[in-house]
Structures are given as structure tokens and as C-alpha cells.
């Protein structure tokens, strides 16, 4: 089984038009068959900044927050807390996360079904040979 929960958070006091930003925490908050860091962060000399939700190849390429070293550029955490310039642009970046979310679990259900799509045969086997099928 694979699956995320992901927690929004975000203020409750705002004024359209009158506060000059909105603050919104995302958490992952329950995971099944994948690491809870699942948010993309980019090291900047300005200050880190959210990217997105990881793909199944950012989950392998980029460290965890706590293993990143100085030479990272990118890392991952479990909680994206992101100020936005106002609560629209907060709720459209919320619907895209929600998204990329859905597409990191499908494609990582779909990774977990393999088939054979090619054999190669390098040399000969003698016929009293078998082959092994753990892939050894």
C-alpha cells in the first residue's frame, strides 16, 4: 500500500485586500510505503524556497533536511510553511500540491508492477544449466 495525508493550515484572520500576505503550513501528516519528506526545497543564498511536491525521482535524488550537506541545492522536508502574497495564490498553490500529491502516489503504485520486457542472453549455457530467478 501507498498513500499520503497531507494537512493544510493557514491563518484566520484575512482581509482581502487589506493584509498584505497569507501564511500556510502544509504537513504531511500520515504516510504508507514512502519517506513523509515529500517537499522540495532550493537552497538560495536569499533563503530556502518551496519548489514543489517530490517526484519518485526526487525522493531518490535529493537528501532529507537532516542529511543535507553544504553542497545540496535541493533537500526535502515534511512540512512546506510558505508565505503567500495573498490567500488566492495560497488556495491555487494548495490545489496544484494536491495534485503533484496524487501524481507521486499513482506513479509510485504503477513503479511497483513490473513485467519482463526483454531478455538477454550474452554466451551459451550448456543444457544442463538453469537459470536463476532471483537475478543472480
Do not use: C
Amino acid at each position: 500500500m501507498i498513500g499520503l495525508e497531507l494537512t493544510r493550515e493557514g491563518m484566520t484572520q484575512y482581509v482581502a485586500g487589506r493584509t498584505q500576505g497569507y501564511r500556510m503550513k502544509i504537513s504531511t501528516t500520515r504516510v504508507e510505503g514512502l519517506e513523509s519528506e515529500v517537499f522540495v526545497w532550493q537552497v538560495l543564498s536569499s533563503g530556502d524556497r518551496f519548489t514543489n511536491i517530490a517526484s519518485p525521482g526526487d525522493l531518490d535524488l535529493y537528501p532529507t533536511e537532516g542529511n543535507k550537506t553544504e553542497a545540496d541545492l535541493f533537500y526535502r522536508t515534511a512540512v512546506a510553511d510558505v508565505d503567500w502574497p495573498n490567500i488566492d495564490e495560497a488556495n491555487e498553490a494548495w490545489e496544484v500540491m494536491k495534485t503533484h500529491a496524487k501524481e507521486l502516489v499513482d506513479t509510485l503504485k504503477k513503479m511497483e508492477v513490473l513485467e519482463v520486457q526483454e531478455v538477454y542472453v550474452a554466451g551459451e549455457f550448456s543444457s544442463s544449466s538453469s537459470s536463476s530467478s532471483d537475478g543472480a
